[in-house]
């Protein structure tokens, strides 16, 4: 290969190279990213402000778990006590409210000695004993 071609060569890999980039990189963004972004930064602003009326502690982690444990326990609204440890139950869900996707509608701890079936309904759990 002559020279001339490998300098002709090596400026148009260059300009593809270039203008790859220019391409794929990051450009200016919408405005609608910019405002996304504003907005969680003021939300995160808020928040932190909230939990220093509240007096939660600062970090992440700990917030987290907070909030965790609240829906752990929140997923049980309405049937908060009588559960027994280590029984198997059958639960009903029904759709939950505003942000919340389920709740227990119903439920029925199984029982020894107890056949389980599907109503004529469709919808409720028939039993007899065996």
Known sequence: MSTGLAVVFL??????MFWAGRV???GPRPAADRGYDAGH?????EGRAEQATLNLPATDKAIFESGYAAGA???FAG???GWDHNAP??????????AVTYRIASRMRLEPGVDYYLCPDGHTLCRRPR
């Open 11 to 16: 400026i148009l890999v260059g300009a593809g």
């Open 89 to 98: 139950y059958v639960i009903v869900l029904a759709p939950g409210g505003p």
């Open 24 to 26: 794929t990189g990051a």
């Open 79 to 81: 049937y908060d006590g």
């Open 41 to 45: 930064v003021d939300g995160v602003r």
């Open 73 to 75: 326990t929140d997923v």
